[in-house]
Structures are given as C-alpha cells and as structure tokens.
C-alpha cells in the first residue's frame, strides 16, 4: 500500500479522532454518527474532462444548524510541489460545483447561492510528510481582483515538525498511528515503537479490529528499526514491556504486523532501487519513481537492482513511468 492510500484509509477510519486531535473546537460541534462518505464520487477537470478524485471526501452534520453540514476535504501530500495552492483552490471549486449541480440544475440568484454556502462548509486540510516552516499552518489561495477575489483556506498539518513526545501525551488513539511520522523528540526509535504500542493498549477495547490493523501496520512499516535497534526493542518488550510483546503476538492482530512487516520489506528495496538509479542516470523523472514504489513483488525489484550493472538507459531497464494496472 503505498503512503498516500494509507493516509487517506487512516484519515477516513478515523475522522472523528483526527477533526477532535487537530480541531477540538469544531469537532465538539459535529455529529460524526450522521457522516456520509463522498470518497467515490467523481469530480471532472474542466475544460478537458480528465478524471480527478480528491483524496478523502466526507460529509458530516452540525449538532446545531446553520450551517447544517460539514465538507471534510483531506489531501496527503509527500513533497512540495509549486502548484499545490492552485490545486487546492481548485480543488474547492470542484467540490462545490458538484455539490450545487447535485441538488439543482436551475441557475441560482445570487441570494440563493449564498442561502446556500450557509448550508454547506468545507474543511480542507493536508497531512504533509515533509517539514514547513511550523508544524500547523493555516494556508490561503486567492484569485481574482481584490474586491472580488475567491479564497481557499486549509490547514496544512507538517507531520516531521511535531512532537511525537507531546503527541502520545494526549488522549485520541489515532496519535499511536501518525507519531511514527513526527519528530521523535529525544526518543530513541525503539523507545518511540514501544510508546506507540502501549498508548495503543488503552484503545484496544474501544477500537474495531480494523482500526487496531491501521494502527499496527502504521508502526510496522513506516517506522523502521536498524539491525541493532531491532535487537533493543525486542529486548525492551520481553524484559521490560510484555504486555506490549503479548499484545503484537497476538492473531487478531498478527495479520496487520505481518503486512506491516512485508510492506516494510518492500519499501528498503524501493529505497535502495531509486538511489541506485540516480546513482547511474542522474536526477529521475517523477513518473518513474511512481512506477517504482507502485512495485510490490520483490523478486521483480530484485531484478532491477541486478539489472543497472549492465544498462545504460532507463529504457534498457525497461521502465517508462507508466503504473501497471
């Protein structure tokens, strides 16, 4: 599972614990029991129809009205890229169109539109797995003259510049799951899986056997322990900790570790792949680093990696940037 779809399964599984962890506030005001998931709807990119979908798209109720519904709008982005606020925007513009056009085909006066805004906000916020200038920042696009200008505002959550320390202090399970990507702050990376799971043992009463899986294949694949460290942790879950090793032995939640594990293994020889091609043919187009972390059998990466010794091209190793089906 690559890390954009894991985010966007993380983010959906745990709404209500990711809108109260990053906005208390609004959470307090939502009705998570009256949610309506939005993910599958299509959005098309005018004036070519290209198909776009954004990333998690839900629909929750206000406890008290107006505005009566929420749009949450979450993206998962792994680098910077300049056209980012412009994707956001239009983005926006996206969903309200499609919103509109679902209700009404008729041309709106003005003062029916902005009946209607009040019907319906959007939260848009980014989970960004790369460091900004602060860890929470709140970001606005504008476009158009001044006195008339449409704005996009969103949340852009940088995930290396927050404290996994501080993070797993605070009560909402989803925390075990998103410390792997924060800044370790002073915890060794032993010490930091040991504190996930534990923080996870005060959820496993309250959470589907689905979200315990989310969590666990969380820490196991992005949280990635050398030889050495490998030996410390397991020294520190059978001497010190084991009821953390009684937990992650047990089956209903084997199979979550051993994806994790898996998918682990998988990414160091994507890893490795990528550096060796740069190595040899320079700075790589984005497609074909897409192409190879959309690879998953490991014989084929393998393969690959033996292969650079004697090509001379990206062509000779057979890779064009196209995803396979």
């Given at each position: 599972?690559?890390?954009?779809?894991?985010?966007?399964?993380?983010?959906?599984?745990?709404?209500?614990?990711?809108?109260?962890?990053?906005?208390?506030?609004?959470?307090?005001?939502?009705?998570?029991?009256?949610?309506?998931?939005?993910?599958?709807?299509?959005?098309?990119?005018?004036?070519?129809?290209?198909?776009?979908?954004?990333?998690?798209?839900?629909?929750?109720?206000?406890?008290?009205?107006?505005?009566?519904?929420?749009?949450?709008?979450?993206?998962?982005?792994?680098?910077?890229?300049?056209?980012?606020?412009?994707?956001?925007?239009?983005?926006?513009?996206?969903?309200?169109?499609?919103?509109?056009?679902?209700?009404?085909?008729?041309?709106?006066?003005?003062?029916?539109?902005?009946?209607?805004?009040?019907?319906?906000?959007?939260?848009?916020?980014?989970?960004?797995?790369?460091?900004?200038?602060?860890?929470?920042?709140?970001?606005?696009?504008?476009?158009?003259?001044?006195?008339?200008?449409?704005?996009?505002?969103?949340?852009?959550?940088?995930?290396?510049?927050?404290?996994a320390r501080e993070y797993l202090r605070k009560d909402n399970p989803?925390?075990?799951?998103?410390?792997?990507?924060?800044?370790?702050?002073?915890?060794?990376?032993?010490?930091?899986?040991?504190?996930?799971?534990?923080?996870?043992?005060?959820?496993?009463?309250?959470?589907?056997?689905?979200?315990?899986?989310?969590?666990?294949?969380?820490?196991?694949?992005?949280?990635?322990?050398?030889?050495?460290?490998?030996?410390?942790?397991?020294?520190?879950?059978?001497?010190?900790?084991?009821?953390?090793n009684e937990m992650i032995t047990n089956p209903l939640i084997e199979?979550?570790?051993?994806?994790?594990?898996?998918?682990?293994?998988?990414?160091?020889?994507?890893?490795?792949?990528?550096?060796?091609?740069?190595?040899?043919?320079?700075?790589?187009?984005?497609?074909?680093?897409?192409?190879?972390?959309?690879?998953?059998?490991?014989?084929?990466?393998?393969?690959?990696?033996?292969?650079?010794?004697?090509?001379?091209?990206?062509?000779?190793?057979?890779?064009?940037?196209?995803?396979?089906?």
């Amino acid at each position: 599972m690559e890390l954009d779809q894991f985010m966007k399964e993380l983010a959906v599984d745990f709404i209500a614990y990711v809108i109260e962890l990053f906005f208390p506030c609004l959470a307090r005001r939502l009705d998570f029991a009256r949610k309506k998931d939005l993910n599958k709807q299509l959005y098309t990119a005018s004036p070519e129809g290209a198909e776009r979908f954004v990333d998690v798209l839900l629909e929750v109720a206000f406890k008290e009205q107006p505005p009566e519904f929420l749009l949450i709008h979450m993206e998962s982005q792994q680098s910077k890229r300049f056209d980012f606020p412009a994707r956001m925007l239009g983005y926006h513009c996206l969903i309200y169109a499609r919103e509109i056009e679902g209700e009404r085909q008729d041309s709106f006066s003005l003062s029916e539109f902005t009946a209607w805004q009040n019907k319906k906000r959007i939260l848009s916020f980014v989970f960004c797995n790369y460091p900004l200038q602060d860890g929470i920042t709140q970001e606005e696009q504008k476009i158009g003259l001044p006195e008339s200008s449409l704005i996009c505002q969103y949340t852009c959550i940088s995930l290396p510049l927050l404290s996994a320390r501080e993070y797993l202090r605070k009560d909402n399970p989803v925390v075990c799951a998103l410390a792997v990507f924060m800044d370790a702050d002073g915890l060794s990376l032993p010490e930091l899986k040991v504190a996930c799971y534990r923080k996870l043992l005060d959820y496993q009463s309250t959470l589907t056997r689905q979200q315990i899986n989310i969590i666990v294949y969380a820490i196991e694949t992005y949280l990635s322990l050398s030889d050495e460290e490998k030996q410390v942790y397991q020294r520190m879950i059978r001497e010190v900790y084991p009821e953390v090793n009684e937990m992650i032995t047990n089956p209903l939640i084997e199979r979550g570790r051993q994806q994790g594990i898996q998918q682990g293994v998988q990414q160091g020889k994507q890893s490795i792949l990528l550096q060796l091609l740069g190595a040899k043919f320079g700075q790589l187009p984005e497609s074909v680093g897409e192409e190879i972390r959309a690879m998953t059998n490991e014989q084929e990466l393998d393969q690959l990696s033996l292969r650079i010794l004697t090509a001379n091209s990206l062509d000779e190793m057979g890779l064009n940037g196209q995803v396979k089906p």
